[in-house]
């Protein structure tokens, strides 16, 4: 880790003000070189009070998503720990797509300010205003079946679900994976798999999270269905932090998947289950049909007893709404 980067996480970890020399001593540097790497960090915006006889203390940190950033908030082991970093990118998901061809490593995040052409599961498009919020593809290479790899959407989910609430807001899970407070969606994942007959090559997990979005600029169609972290918790919040959370928390729930499956993850899941004991509407391709949500099987399956056979049906695809157009 370069100085630069441990001044910052030292000055972040301090409660009030650091000496220094205090600095000096914790990175075995000297207070010149402290000095000059305090005055790069406030080139690049953070704003950084000096007071003669208390030391330094960092009074705001600019919401940029550079690698130094990141990188101080960071505490995986592998996830993000390679980030190819774009202000504008059609759509970061192709990216990672195509490093995942070239043999970039597993664990490689493409994070952009801006995406383009975003994308959206079963076609839909993701709006991706500038500079506000996340959005994120994680390359991965997972040693598992290519019929499990579905699977990690749902991991995914959950991982987001988890780290939101770490940041105080309570979410729900839409089956598959939209994450959703009070009706309103406010991240999704487009999981895409390259794989051959008997394993998989690589995956890409592509997260598009409201961070920092205020609900007026959201476009109209999206105010009354969308929300960001900005709008419940009423406050801006840096997204280096929000993506070093949501990068924690996908790296344990991936370390239990790629251990046991998806089985032990599957309570967790269904706890936080927005369409749990609510009259849904399948809609497949070829037709639609009704029925009760009766929670998830142990690989993730949507259990719905269907309306007309009072059979427990297993949902592996498709869009589930709640019947009468009420939103989950
Ligand atoms: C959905 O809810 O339909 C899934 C949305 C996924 C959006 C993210 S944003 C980052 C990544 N790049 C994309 O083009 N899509 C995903």
Redesign the pocket.
Known sequence: MSSRLRILGALEEAEGHISGQALATKLGITRAAVWKHVAALKRAGYEIEGVRSLGYRLVSAPDTLTEMDIGCHLETRSLARRLVLLDRTA????DALRLGREGAPDGTVVLAEQ?SR?????G?S?V?APRRNL???VLLRPVIAPVDAPQLSLVAGLALARAVEELGVEAQIKWPN?IVVGGRKLA???TEIEAEADRVGHVVV???LNVNSQASEFPAELQSRATSLRDQLGAPLSRAMVLATVMRNFESCLDVFVDGGFAPLAAAWQQRSSLQGRDVEIVGVASSWRGRCAGIDWDGALLVQDERSAQVERVVAGDVTVAGGYRA
């Open positions: 759509s970061t998901n192709d995406q975003g994308r959206g599961r079963l839909r993701w991706s959005y994120m593809s939209d999704g994942i487009l592509g997260m598009g």
